[in-house]
């Protein structure tokens, strides 16, 4: 059996995305909440409703009933409208740790989200392939979700 060594190119996770919504940096902010909490969905479009406690210390979570679920987060920082930070492993089951970062700042006719995901720890390859584009879905939402409300 051959063992690698760890190295910080596979125990580390960096991605960064830029979203331009058509909307207010209050529509955007809160339709980020609604898409990441009870409209969440996974990428292929199955609901995936979760629980986002949107204040320092807040869990984000997917209830299953019976006191059952998966904790995936805790807000780390929150200044609303413009900066949701969220510290946990997300969906994954194994030692690692992530931090995410939304960032909205107003633009001429709307609202720049700068989103970051970085993760420290054992990322199986699956779910690093996965994540390449795995939030584009749910920036997606937020995006159709802020620019419908019409604000």
Same mark, same amino acid.
């Given at each position: 059996? *051959?063992?690698?060594?760890?190295?910080?190119?596979? %125990?580390?996770?960096?991605?960064? !995305?830029?979203?331009?919504?058509?909307?207010?940096?209050?529509? *955007?902010?809160?339709?980020?909440?609604?898409?990441?909490?009870?409209?969440?969905?996974?990428?292929?479009?199955?609901?995936?409703?979760?629980?986002? !406690?949107?204040?320092?210390?807040?869990?984000?979570?997917?209830?299953?009933?019976?006191?059952?679920?998966?904790?995936?987060?805790?807000?780390?920082?929150?200044?609303?409208?413009? %900066?949701?930070?969220?510290?946990?492993? @997300?969906?994954?089951?194994?030692?690692?740790?992530?931090?995410?970062?939304?960032?909205?700042?107003?633009?001429?006719? =709307?609202?720049?989200?700068?989103?970051?995901?970085?993760? @420290?720890?054992?990322?199986?390859?699956?779910?690093?392939?996965?994540?390449?584009?795995?939030? *584009?879905? %749910?920036?997606?939402?937020?995006?159709?979700?802020?620019?419908?409300? =019409?604000?």
């Amino acid at each position: 059996m *051959t063992v690698m060594a760890p190295t910080v190119e596979n %125990l580390t996770l960096n991605l960064t !995305e830029e979203i331009r919504v058509r909307a207010s940096l209050e529509a *955007t902010f809160a339709a980020l909440l609604e898409e990441m909490g009870p409209r969440n969905q996974t990428p292929d479009g199955q609901p995936l409703p979760m629980t986002l !406690e949107a204040r320092p210390g807040g869990r984000w979570f997917r209830d299953l009933g019976g006191d059952n679920g998966h904790l995936w987060g805790h807000v780390q920082s929150i200044k609303r409208p413009t %900066l949701l930070e969220i510290i946990g492993p @997300l969906f994954m089951s194994y030692p690692v740790v992530s931090n995410l970062q939304y960032r909205l700042t107003p633009v001429e006719g =709307g609202t720049l989200i700068a989103f970051r995901h970085t993760a @420290l720890g054992f990322v199986l390859d699956e779910h690093r392939q996965g994540l390449s584009k795995g939030w *584009t879905p %749910l920036h997606e939402r937020v995006r159709a979700r802020a620019e419908a409300s =019409g604000r």
